[in-house]
């Protein structure tokens, strides 16, 4: 799938690439859900499902505070408070205990709701707000979005499909 450029595209890569994947992920039996025997985001480390969505739900809320945030005029700590861009395992990691405790059906319903939420947040913003000048140094807003929800979804749906292949 292209690089989104427009509002449009973006809305259309992130409820395809969603779709698809939750398709997918309501393919995974509950009691699977916690195996941690899919290739982790690190190599040499491995994570679950739940791991995996976990993952998602932690970085879809993040864009979403990092939206509110700069709607307020507050600033944003990029990519989250007490956490540099070199330490995203760190925040895999943060994100996966943060949900350690959800069952499978609570993940799946809360990374919905997160991704219900960009849609709607996303809608009400203009093509100019969205593509029209760097946002996070060189990036604009919709491509710090897209990194963040549609490309991690194709990501993660690669993953679970070579884990579901590994299980027959």
Not at 17 to 39: C, G, I, Q
Not at 77 to 82: F, N, R
Not at 93 to 99: I, M, N, R
Request: aromatic share 10%; with cysteine; charged share 25%.
């Amino acid at each position: 799938m292209a690089v989104p450029t427009s509002k449009a595209d973006l809305l259309a890569a992130i409820m395809t690439t969603f779709e698809r994947l939750m398709a997918d992920l309501a393919k995974v039996p509950p009691n699977r859900a916690r195996e941690a025997t899919m290739k982790g985001h690190a190599d040499g480390t491995t994570m679950s499902p739940a791991e995996l969505v976990a993952y998602l739900i932690g970085w879809n809320e993040l864009v979403l505070k990092w939206l509110d945030r700069d709607d307020r005029g507050e600033p944003v700590d990029y990519p989250e408070a007490g956490f540099k861009w070199d330490q995203l395992g760190l925040l895999a990691q943060k994100f996966y205990a943060d949900c350690s405790a959800i069952e499978w059906h609570e993940l799946l319903t809360r990374l919905e709701n997160a991704k219900t939420g960009l849609i709607s947040t996303i809608t009400t913003r203009s093509n100019e707000e969205l593509y029209g000048s760097a946002w996070h140094g060189k990036w604009t807003k919709g491509r710090m979005i897209q990194f963040n929800t549609s490309s991690p979804y194709a990501n993660a749906r690669a993953r679970l499909r070579t884990w579901q292949k590994a299980q027959r």
